[in-house]
């Protein structure tokens, strides 16, 4: 085909905006896969992307699609929504000439629809605004539409109205998505394919998912990666329809899949450009920046059994995961285990899930910790992405925290909660925009109602743990946030230790603001208390800062440990009883002689509340 | 299934539960019914059949003990006791003097209801006492009074029972310390031969549980139940009565022999609907539905010989048997160490060694030296016993044997 009868693009939305269903939908009216086959939404394949109705990892199908009398082909590359994931839209974009800006018509814009936005921008690529969402009651298309012009300056005419739900306006989509988005263009005769993802096929091994920019490739060609210099011989090339299917060749212009039966994802890295060993590009692609872990924290297995288990399990996710990095870890309290890395909460959260699901792996996981930047009496400058790894006080000089760049949008009668809760959580004002200008909109009587972009500097630490769901619930749901790394801070920062029994845990530390430690221990202590089940003796559980104890509870012995009597014989269901006791004590873990639940080790999780 | 003759003795316990009740206590999540007493004629004669089926296959061995536990067993109408025991005298070899009991609500008994049970051979009873306190008697929607139980336990003496045992509970919403002592005092005072002293569990399901998650009556304070069961140990400590179980307490001799099958994991059949048994190492119980149980009965042919059949074709045979489960050695040890333990007898090194050929402390070597180390057991010559402490926390110990 040739490529002026390509399209390829993304679809950029706010996390729940309707961005799967329009993928769908568009899947359904160009025939790429039948209504009776339809099952919703089903560019999210993982059980878990259905479950929690996210899009983790990004997919590629193509489709075609006749327009007077011409076919043309189009390529979807879906986007995942979660801010945790905004580097995997970035790739997205990289491969595609055009995106098209799902915003829904009964929330406006949102954080991450400007953040979306901006990265679109910065690829140069051609937007096509879409309000969805309009069978909806409560939809306001003339009022998101007029938000869209006047944040990003398009004009009416290009905004398209859709349901993705009914199929209303897909049509006229289509038809834009030829007409606007501009084919593919070629530079030169060598292969040159962005690699923008990749997964682990145990018989095909890595599965690379590429745009072709130049040539063309084919089973049996023999492949070279130009950052890594892996070379490796085709096994098989094709396209997403949606399922993997073989074809003949890939040529410039095309998205689609080739396997390398290379055996590890490392060697055929995400944003490296793929070429053919005998007749090579010499100008590869521009890449990614590589991926940074922001959050980090330990994961072990419940049994310390599991271990080597766990160690596969993190091997085989993370073929598939890039995102997902970890070295071995010891914890006094916990034992081995793996210190890991993650974008985000989520990622965290979904890593987690992943492994108990698909491993039938039982974990416990430590409080998650950024990565300060710490500098030493003897000048060197270290990294530090867990409180166990801080040098002692009297050998650090000075540390700094990761800063975030943080947008929040929010209707303008938030702004007082939002600063609160901003403020609690050191963070610094920046700027504040109005999304709208009032006095152009007369359907809007309220200026209350108008909504504002909140821009504010705030140490990702501070926004890690429980910011978002405070920030959702003080504005009854209705603001939405995005963030980017901004930089590195100096700040008085501690580590605060807790004592189980007078034995530190140090699965439980924590690197804290000083202002904070006091209130921190004590909210900490207080809150092990209730968790920590009562054992056979009395157990002190204290918070310190260095060898200053600030904050004490204690856990009272418990008295009687008995089963109800054995009546009539009844044997079987007292043993059952004590198997169901013993589970649970399987998913404590022991600090010196006290048992402590997996809930304890979360506790830090919820400090601010 | 492979029987080793050696590890089995030839005795064996028999249950029958009575699922009968004039009203039902709000604790309770027995499996026992009110307002279902049109079905007691059907429901002895399905026993009878039952009995019959059991007695047949199970006649290599000999009925050590009796008991009728329910419900309330008092509550059945006369002659109904009789003729149950009659089938069982008919159908099993019984053993010289053996031990039956019934459990008695003490406002159904009176003098000649016990010169009835006197008559049929019921040698035992065990009062449903609770407690000797009239407003939580009340909390517990016992039918009786302290006085009925009181004038109860008069009579029976009156009426020649030499073996009276008495249920008492503890750890009761409301309850004081100093409540709890009169209640135990005045027991003792008595002069029963045989205590049982539980702590009240709340069942989820029962009226009793959800009134407590409802607050309307308050949660026991479980530290209060523990120093209850410390202070009946200091009051019953110096008496005539000495503690065989971790519950339990009789004068010397008088023991129950029948919840001693139980604890030293020996056989037993438990028959009417709901009753569970252990022969030939499997343990398996009828259903607890008392018109299932009935009907299913129905297909016992009462002139048919049922004793020439393997063990294990007689259980997967009897219609009202669910949750068969074959208890392999491993399994056994540990039950027989969860339960034996509970007595103050402990477990000999030497009667392990003789049931399973192995040694108790090679198979469970950190096990028991875990208990020992935090103070809940003892090692006194060879037999392994709960300590003190052990009694309060028996469930930790037996954790660690499973």
Not at chain 1, 519 to 531: A, D, S
Request: hydrophobic fraction near 35%; include cysteine.
């Amino acid at each position: 085909m040739k490529t002026d009868h390509i399209r390829n693009f993304s679809i950029i939305a706010h996390i729940d905006h309707g961005k799967s269903t329009l993928a769908d939908r568009l899947l359904e009216i160009t025939g790429t896969v039948s209504s009776r086959d339809m099952t919703e939404q089903i560019m999210d394949q993982m059980e878990l992307e259905r479950e929690r109705g996210i899009t983790i990892k990004g997919k590629a199908v193509k489709m075609s699609y006749n327009k007077q009398g011409s076919r043309f082909q189009l390529n979807l590359i879906d986007t995942p929504g979660h801010v945790d994931f905004g580097y995997e839209v970035s790739r997205a974009l990289a491969a595609c000439e055009g995106a098209i800006l799902v915003v829904d018509a009964t929330q406006g814009i949102q954080a991450q629809t400007l953040a979306n936005v901006y990265l679109a921008m910065e690829h140069d690529m051609t937007i096509i605004p879409v309000v969805n969402k309009i069978d909806l009651q409560v939809a306001q298309p003339a009022r998101v539409s007029l938000e869209l012009q006047q944040a990003f300056g398009f004009t009416d005419e290009e905004i398209i109205f859709v349901s993705a739900k009914d199929g209303s306006g897909i049509e006229d989509l289509l038809a834009a998505i030829i007409e606007r988005i501009p084919p593919p263009k070629t530079e030169y005769n060598e292969l040159r394919a962005l690699v923008f993802d990749s997964n682990y096929d145990p018989y095909k091994g890595v599965v690379a998912y590429v745009r072709l920019f130049d040539g063309h490739i084919e089973k049996g060609s023999q492949m070279l990666m130009m950052a890594t210099g892996s070379k490796a011989d085709i096994l098989e090339v094709g396209n997403f329809l949606p399922r993997p299917t073989q074809t003949s060749v890939l040529a410039a212009g095309e998205v689609g899949y080739i396997a390398t039966g290379l055996k590890n994802v490392r060697e055929c890295r995400v944003g490296d450009t793929l070429t053919l060993t005998n007749n090579p590009s010499t100008k590869p692609l521009p890449g990614y920046q590589p991926l940074k872990p922001m959050v980090f924290a330990g994961l072990y297995p419940s049994d310390g059994d599991e271990y080597l288990v766990l160690r596969t399990a993190l091997e085989k996710l993370q073929l598939n995961d890039a995102a997902l990095v970890y070295e071995p870890e010891t914890s006094a309290a916990l034992g081995f285990g793996f210190r890991c890395g993650f974008l985000g909460l989520l990622h965290m959260e979904i890593v987690q899930e992943r492994l108990e699901r698909e491993y039938g792996l039982n974990l416990l996981i430590t409080a998650p910790s950024v990565r300060y930047s710490v500098t030493k009496t003897d000048g060197e400058e270290i990294e530090v992405d867990s409180p166990a790894k801080l040098p002692p006080t009297h050998l650090i000089t000075e540390m700094k925290e990761p800063i975030l760049s943080l947008n929040i949008v929010v209707p303008a009668k938030f702004i007082g909660a939002v600063m609160d809760i901003v403020t609690a959580k050191r963070g610094e004002f920046v700027r504040m925009e109005y999304l709208q200008n009032n006095t152009l909109d007369e359907s809007v009587p309220d200026s209350s109602e108008s909504r504002v972009l909140l821009e504010y500097r705030a140490p990702l630490s501070e926004i890690l743990m429980d910011f978002y769901d405070q920030l959702k619930s003080r504005t009854h749901g209705y603001a939405s946030m995005d963030y980017s790394i901004f930089g590195y801070k100096a700040a008085p920062l501690v580590k605060l230790d807790i004592l189980v029994n007078n034995q530190p845990v140090d699965a439980l530390s924590l690197i804290v603001h000083k202002e904070k430690s006091l209130q921190q221990g004590k909210t900490l202590v207080e809150r092990l208390k209730n968790l920590i089940p009562r054992q056979m003796f009395e157990v002190p559980v204290q918070a310190a800062i260095g060898n200053r104890v600030i904050s004490r509870e204690t856990i009272r012995a418990l008295r009687k440990n008995v089963l109800a009597k054995c009546y009539g014989g009844d044997i079987t269901r007292k043993r059952k009883l004590l198997e169901k006791q013993a589970e649970g004590k399987k998913r404590m873990k022991r600090v010196g002689n006290v048992e402590i639940p997996q809930e304890a080790f979360l506790a830090i999780l919820q400090l601010d509340r | 299934m492979m029987i080793n003759p050696e590890i089995q003795d030839d005795s064996l316990s028999i249950y029958i539960h009575i699922p009968f009740c004039q009203t039902k206590c709000p604790y309770c999540d027995f499996n026992t019914y009110s307002g279902i007493e049109s079905l007691i004629p059907d429901y002895v004669k399905a026993i009878n059949s039952e009995i019959h089926y059991w007695g047949d296959s199970l006649n290599d061995l000999s009925v050590r003990t009796i008991f009728f536990g329910g419900g309330t067993p008092s509550y059945l109408p006369e002659g109904h006791l009789e003729s149950i025991l009659n089938q069982v005298y008919k159908f099993f070899q019984i053993e010289s003097a053996p031990e039956i009991t019934i459990e008695c609500n003490p406002n159904d008994i009176d003098t000649d209801k016990l010169t009835y049970l006197r008559k049929t051979g019921i040698n035992r009873l065990s009062f449903g006492v609770q407690s000797l306190d009239d407003n939580l008697l009340t909390i517990l929607g016992r039918r009786h009074s302290s006085e009925d139980a009181l004038t109860a336990f008069a009579k029976a003496r009156e009426a020649g029972f030499n073996n009276i045992s008495l249920d008492f509970m503890y750890g009761l919403p409301r309850q004081t310390l100093t409540q709890w002592e009169d209640t135990l005092n005045q027991a003792i005072e008595i002069n029963p031969d045989h205590l049982s002293l539980y702590c009240l569990t709340l069942e989820p399901g029962t009226p009793m549980k959800k009134s407590i998650d409802s607050a309307n009556i308050p949660s026991p304070d479980q530290d209060l139940a523990a120093d209850m069961y410390t202070t009946a140990n200091k009051i019953l400590e110096n008496t005539v009565y000495d503690q065989y179980e971790i519950s339990n307490w009789s004068k010397p001799g008088l023991n129950s022999l029948h919840n001693l099958t139980y604890w030293r994991n020996k056989q037993y059949i438990g028959m009417g609907p709901g009753g569970h048994s252990y022969v030939h190492k499997t343990r398996f119980n009828n259903i607890n539905s008392p018109r299932q149980y009935i009907k299913r009965l129905n297909h016992i042919d009462p002139n048919k010989n049922y004793n020439k059949r393997l063990p294990s074709q007689t259980i997967n045979t009897m219609p009202t048997v669910e949750n068969i489960e074959y208890i392999e050695s491993k399994l056994e040890m540990s039950e027989t160490i969860m339960l034996g333990l509970r007595l103050s007898e402990g477990i000999s090194e030497e009667s392990f060694n003789h049931r399973f050929g192995l040694s108790i402390h090679e198979v469970f070597k950190e096990s028991i030296a875990e208990a020992i180390d935090l103070g809940l057991m003892i090692n006194e010559n060879g037999t392994l016993k709960l300590t003190d402490k052990g009694n309060l926390f028996s469930n930790e110990v037996f954790l660690k044997f499973f």
